[in-house]
């Protein structure tokens, strides 16, 4: 029994200084721009993906055009994220979220005109997300080069989410 307490009493020491330090470094860094690079990071990588995916498969021409422009667009951000991150010593998302991964796989099995159905239909539901979330970071982010690159970034979003409306609109 000693021993067990012995055991449960480093446990506890341990958990309290792990717990300490987290809540120390969100303080410093602003917990709810964590959460920020983390979810922006893990939406402009699935982005990209989904980009990629609509440059080979999109039937209509201007469905590519918008495909190859996510890519590229996002790819540029995700960069200006990543450098922002590195020197703020926030953390990046490592790879696609369970959901990001599925829609891609779902998107990627279509083709033709259920393709670009789907794709554009993706993108608007991605991008009225994205724009929800860059604005409230341009709102109430704590750490001020965050917000000033979320300010500087929805007008590109709030483009993307138009176009994506309008494509999606002339497929129905």
Not at 36 to 60: D, P, R
Not at 143 to 172: C, F, I, M, V
Request: include cysteine; proline fraction near 1%; hydrophobic fraction near 40%.
């Amino acid at each position: 029994m000693t021993r067990y307490r012995c055991i449960l009493g480093a446990l506890i020491s341990v958990c309290c200084m792990v717990g300490h330090g987290a809540f120390v470094k969100g303080q410093g860094s602003g917990s709810s721009d964590q959460a920020f690079v983390t979810k922006a990071s893990e939406s402009g990588m699935a982005e990209v993906e989904l980009g990629k995916i609509g440059s080979a498969h999109a039937m209509n021409a201007d469905v590519r055009k918008f495909a190859e422009r996510m890519v590229s667009d996002h790819a540029k951000a995700n960069d200006e994220l990543k450098a922002i991150a590195r020197q703020k010593n926030f953390t990046i998302a490592e790879g696609l979220k369970k959901e990001h991964k599925e829609a891609a796989s779902r998107v990627g099995k279509l083709q033709g005109e259920q393709f670009d159905r789907e794709f554009t239909a993706q993108m608007v539901k991605d991008h009225e997300a994205a724009v929800e979330l860059f604005s409230n970071e341009a709102q109430s982010g704590q750490d001020s080069e965050l917000k000033a690159w979320a300010a500087k970034t929805l007008p590109t979003l709030r483009e993307h989410l138009r176009l994506a409306k309008s494509l999606s609109g002339n497929r129905r």
